[in-house]
């Protein structure tokens, strides 16, 4: 056997992938930590006041990462899920259902965040905005992703039945998003928009660094995740037996 | 044996289906009644006031339809795995795809189109007019082939799984947001003296895109929960 070549597939088997997740995750969690802990000091120490909005803007260095990490999750799950059903990998399966929890719960984030920002900004803690609205149904999707995960008893069958709704979601979600802009704008007009002056460096930084904190919060998560499924799934096996031990 | 061709196949299935429910006149009845007993549900919700009604028909309407819609869809597949005759099919020569459509289609005849016939007298009790009710029984037409299609993805997914019901909701109502958006958004732009071109174009984009992929969808679907 050739040993120059490298083994791609080699981290595609459960087994081989637990360790190494087991060795990645906690150099992600120092990034996030490290990066999370820098962003928040850039953002709410060294980052101007804000002119319009005094010192309320300052949850958008959590909201904003928040909101956009929750829709890179869904296409990163509904990837791995397209990945399980055309070669038919186990691994892909469990890496879509452990970004799931982390994606409902960015989305959940991002919603509650938006809220306690609004009720200072507009006065209320809810508009039917676009934005909002199709926040509130990416976060309806996740959910009917894990329903429907935990309702099949069959991992694998939990698996492709999940990655082939993961699919349907990502393909509706620009139909969807576009609906409801359409909506929004045939019953409102244009709502309420943050027309702040080019945000200062500082802000631009705090955020930049949050996203990519989260990032890395999202990775380890994901991770340590889907050690905790393949422990489960594989159970019966051996190897198992001694990783536990 | 005569031989059916492709389309015969279709055809036949389609008979059986439809001869099927109406055996079962309840089948067909109850997502009907389901349908005017959520409409006027909403009356006594909000008051009797009829400018508000009248601002809320559409809407109302609407909604009330996706849901007796999506009450009849659990039952799409699973009489037929229970007796076995969904493996049959999906053992024919007959592409699964197509036998999924007839069926989708049937599902449309059978709960769709009472819908649509049925939502003038419910538009009627909340004060449309009559133009708004034609635009009302249009946008239906063409949106409730759409429900019946996407539908059909979620009762192939939750064939056989625990709770399916709450669950075909839960996974499908998200699904049905734009046919809901345009639907209800042309009866209300036409009433507010908008042109519906546009609505009308984009429900029946959303019917041709779901022609195509959903038979797909719900096949694959199907034969993962066969397995």
Redesign the interface.
């Known amino acids: 056997m050739n040993t120059q070549t490298i083994h791609w597939f080699k981290f595609s088997s459960p087994q081989n992938f637990y360790f190494l997740a087991g060795r990645m995750w906690p150099w992600f969690a120092v990034l996030a930590t490290v990066l999370a802990a820098v962003a928040l000091w850039i953002g709410l120490v060294m980052a101007p006041v804000d002119a319009q909005q005094g010192q309320g803007y300052r949850i958008i260095f959590v909201h904003v990462p928040a909101a956009s990490l929750s829709m890179l999750v869904y296409l990163v799950m509904a990837g791995w899920a397209g990945f399980g ?1 055309a070669f038919n990998t186990r691994l892909s399966g469990m890496m879509a259902s452990a970004l799931a929890p982390t994606g409902a719960l960015l989305a959940f984030l991002s919603l509650a965040t938006g809220s306690l920002w609004g009720k200072p900004m507009w006065g209320t803690w809810w508009v039917w905005d676009a934005r909002l609205t199709s926040s509130l ?1 990416l976060l ?2 996740y ?2 992703f894990i ?2 995960q935990s ?3 069959d991992p694998r ?1 939990a698996d ?2 999940c990655a ?2 993961a ?3 990502a ?2 979600i620009p ?2 998003y ?3 802009y ?2 929004n704008t ?1 019953h409102q007009g244009a709502s309420v928009t943050v027309k702040g002056a080019s945000i200062a460096p500082a802000m631009l930084w705090g955020m930049g660094l949050m996203t990519v904190a989260f990032w890395m919060y999202a990775i380890t998560m994901a991770l340590v995740r889907v050690r905790a499924i393949i422990l489960d799934r594989e159970r019966h096996t051996e190897w198992v037996k001694h990783a536990v031990e | 044996m005569k031989k059916l061709g492709l389309f015969g196949v279709m055809a036949a299935l389609l008979r059986r289906e439809v001869s099927v429910a109406l055996r079962q006149k309840g089948e067909v009845l109850t997502p009907l009644v389901f349908f005017v007993v959520v409409a006027s549900l909403f009356p006594l919700g909000v008051g009797p006031e009829s400018a508000l009604l009248l601002r809320m028909a559409p809407g109302v309407l609407w909604v009330s339809a996706l849901l007796a819609a999506m009450l009849s869809l659990q039952r799409l597949f699973a009489t037929d795995h229970a007796d076995g005759s969904l493996e049959q099919m999906a053992l024919s020569s007959t592409p699964l795809g197509l036998l999924v459509a007839a069926k989708a289609l049937a599902h449309f005849l059978l709960s769709g189109l009472p819908l649509v016939l049925m939502a003038p007298v419910l538009g009627l009790q909340f004060g449309l007019e009559s133009r708004s009710l034609g635009i009302l029984m249009l946008t239906l037409l063409l949106g409730t082939p759409t429900l019946s299609l996407i539908g059909s ?1 979620g009762a192939a ?2 064939l056989g ?3 399916a019901g709450v ?1 075909l909701s ?2 499908i ?3 049905y ?2 046919v809901l ?2 639907g209800a ?1 042309a009866v ?2 036409d009433a507010a003296g908008l042109g519906i071109g546009g609505h009308l174009s ?1 429900l029946a984009a ?1 019917l041709v895109l779901s022609v195509f ?1 959903a038979p797909l ?1 719900t096949k ?2 199907l034969r ?2 066969l ?1």
């Open positions: 059903l149904i309806f999707l959910l009917g329903a429907l309702s099949i008893d069958r492709k039945a082939l709704l699919l349907v979601g393909v509706n139909i969807i576009g609906s409801v359409w909506w045939l | 993805i997914l939750t799984v625990r709770g669950l839960l996974l109502l998200p699904l947001i734009p958006i345009f958004g209300e732009a984009l959303l992929f969808a694959t679907a993962i929960s397995e």
